[in-house]
Nanobody, 121 residues
């Protein structure tokens, strides 16, 4: 199976920065797209940023120009650099990966356990 382990969350003041990491481990053939979602209290989970295997990215309008997603295919790891953080960015951030377990197989979605990001003075 596949495990996604996130790290890098925490408490930061408005205007500050954090870098999230998510490493995939286990037995699989290939990871296609990877992404970050977030869920604030009382709200639905939403896409923050995504990146495909070739490096093409897309972002939620609310984070464009402040967040940068990147990945290291050799390490099966995706990153989210978050700058100019705002209180509205406070949420649990989840890593997501579209994983092909074996050659010729279909891709399946996997999720990390989530990491809390709190932006507050």
């Amino acid at each position: 199976q596949v495990q996604l382990v996130e790290s890098g969350g925490g408490l930061v003041q408005p205007g500050g920065s954090l870098r999230l990491s998510c490493a995939a481990s286990g037995s699989f053939f290939r990871i296609n797209a990877m992404g970050w979602y977030r869920q604030a209290p009382g709200k639905q989970r939403e896409l923050v940023a995504a990146i495909n295997r070739g490096g093409s990215t897309n972002y939620a309008d609310s984070v464009k120009g402040r967040f940068t997603i990147s990945r290291d295919n050799a390490k099966n790891t995706v990153y989210l650099q978050m700058n100019s953080l705002e209180p509205e960015d406070t949420a649990v951030y989840y890593c997501n990966a579209d994983v092909v377990l074996r050659l010729g197989g279909r891709a399946s979605d996997y999720w990390g356990q989530g990491t809390q990001v709190t932006v507050s003075s």
